[in-house]
């Protein structure tokens, strides 16, 4: 006779999964001896709205980040796949189609088990699954056992695992990031940084420098967030000396490689999800791609609609023909910042500081030669800028 799988659902909203998940999740499947933990983030649970609630996209990869730290865990988009409402019932019917063989455990909240009778059909709940929870706090045991016994007397099967009391809460988690606290022994080390490197749970409408740099080392290494920074400082120099605005100037030169570390597909991903249009020789030439990409991020993600900003980051690597002072600003100071020491930078330096149109021709020069000697495709926009600035400095134009 084959052996009876042991399989669990452990379901909600996880926005974001935190430890206290995990660990809830940890002691049942040694309790139980589970074959398989299965963590399925809902789409639009029925006692939630989804008005402020983050993507099915962003929940379900957290859930994969921290489910690595569970023994025989995985997690599913079964819900996330599913049209409407999330149904727990509906659900335990398609696992049971999944897993003909097994019995099925079913994990929730202290909050979720006392309210069950208001769930859709919860008799039919009770026969597909075990039902299981943990409590809150020390004063749940009780009004959990009473409401245990009321279960089983409609014939459920229940697990009451007593396990030691976390405060951790997703509500608490939003909270801390609102207010730029540490969770950092709230969720697991890669949710943490996936929150800062996707900008979730933040107040997009203010300027918070402190968030930035958080956001920068969760999506770069240290060699390119030095280098972000001190771009940074560079263009606030050169817009002071120049007349730019020198805060659009920090913002945008600290910004402006936010997506360089970023894979080349996820990049490509990311820019047709927004509907970017790519010329044949964009789409040809991944290099230019995270300067596009960057600043499609800065603009709709983090939602910075500056279009000064936006264009600087857009046309950091490339200049174009009809530059703002600030676009100058950010591609002079990327060629020019203090950790550079390629051959040629302290020359490009003492250009600096008499015009920025010299500095400019010299770094396109630079790069066009560079690529040239490649037998690269060069940008046209590199090429427009070029011709732009040698006849603004012979005086033709």
């Known amino acids: 006779m084959k052996k009876t799988r042991k399989i669990a659902m452990y379901g909600g909203s996880f926005d974001p999964i935190h430890t206290a998940h995990i660990n809830i999740a940890q002691a049942f499947v040694k309790k139980l001896k589970l074959d398989k933990l299965i963590f399925i983030p809902a789409a639009v649970p029925p006692h939630k709205t989804n008005d402020n609630m983050t993507s099915g996209e962003h929940r379900l990869e957290m859930c994969r980040l921290a489910a690595k730290n569970v023994k025989k865990a995985e997690v599913s988009d079964i819900e996330l796949r599913r049209e409407g409402k999330s149904y727990t019932v509906d659900t335990l019917r398609e696992l049971l189609e999944l897993y003909p063989d097994s019995e099925l455990y079913l994990i929730m909240g202290a909050d979720m088990f006392m309210t069950l009778l208001n769930w859709y059909k919860p008799e039919e709940i009770m026969q597909l699954a075990v039902i299981c929870t943990v409590p809150r706090n020390d004063d749940d045991i009780t ?39 540490s969770i950092t022994k709230l969720v697991c080390e890669d949710v943490e940084r996936y929150i800062y490197a996707n900008y979730l749970y933040v107040n997009k409408a203010e300027i918070n420098y402190p968030r930035f740099h958080k956001v920068l080392k969760a999506r770069m290494g240290e060699k390119r967030y030095i280098h972000s920074c001190n771009v940074s400082e560079e263009a606030v120099r050169l817009a002071r000396l120049y007349g730019a605005d020198e805060e659009k100037a920090k913002l945008a030169g600290l910004l402006h490689d936010i997506t360089k570390e ?60 009809g530059m703002s002072l600030l676009e100058k600003c950010i591609f002079i100071a ?60 012979s005086g033709s134009k």
């Open 334 to 393: 990327d060629f020019t910042s203090a950790e550079r020491n390629y051959s040629g930078v302290d020359e490009m330096r003492a250009l600096t500081a008499k015009s920025l149109e010299e500095a400019m021709r010299y770094g396109l020069s630079f790069s066009i030669s560079d690529l040239a000697q490649k037998n690269a495709a060069i940008d046209p926009n590199a090429v427009a800028c070029y011709n732009e600035i040698v006849l603004e400095l």
């Open 262 to 321: 970023t894979p080349h597909g996820e990049q490509l991903a990311f820019m047709e999800s927004m509907n970017v249009p790519l010329s044949e020789l964009e789409r040809s030439c991944p290099k230019l791609w995270h300067a596009i990409s960057g600043s499609v991020f800065v603009k709709e993600v983090m939602e910075i609609a500056d279009e000064d900003i936006c264009n600087a980051i857009r046309y950091h690597t490339s200049g174009r023909a």
């Open 143 to 181: 009004v959990l056992s009473e409401m245990e016994e009321k279960y089983r007397a409609m014939g459920a099967k229940t697990v009451v695992l007593d396990l030691k009391k976390s405060a951790v809460s997703s509500t608490q988690i939003r909270q801390y990031l609102l207010e730029d606290k």
